[in-house]
Nanobody, 117 residues
Framework: QVQLVESGGGLVQPGGSLTLSCAAS????????MSWYRQAPGKERELVAG???????NYVDSVKGRFTISRDNSKNTSYLQMNSLKPEDTAVYYC???????????WGQGTQVTVSS
């Protein structure tokens, strides 16, 4: 079965940094693009960043220059490095396979990121 386990979230002050991890299993990781999504209270889930099999990346405009998505195929893991965090980045962050749309409907538990002073 497909399993996606997000970790690394927490409470951070504005301007701070966090790195999120997504451990994937149940599919051939190296054959799929990977993406990060987030959902804030009262908001729809939105695509934040994606990375192709070859390492090409795309980001939503609001995080460009601040977030970096990466992947380590040997560890079946995707990462989201988050710098210069803002209160509006507060959300539950999720990962999934796929670049522009999610491949699997079996979402993980997500990891909470709270940016507050």
């Amino acid at each position: 079965q497909v399993q996606l386990v997000e970790s690394g979230g927490g409470l951070v002050q504005p301007g701070g940094s966090l790195t999120l991890s997504c451990a994937a299993s149940g599919f051939t990781f190296s054959r799929f693009a990977m993406s990060w999504y987030r959902q804030a209270p009262g908001k729809e889930r939105e695509l934040v960043a994606g990375i192709t099999r070859a390492g090409g990346t795309n980001y939503v405009d609001s995080v460009k220059g601040r977030f970096t998505i990466s992947r380590d195929n040997s560890k079946n893991t995707s990462y989201l490095q988050m710098n210069s965090l803002k209160p509006e980045d507060t959300a539950v962050y999720y990962c999934n396979a796929g670049f522009s749309v999610p491949t699997y409907d079996s979402w993980g538990q997500g990891t909470q990121v709270t940016v507050s002073s």
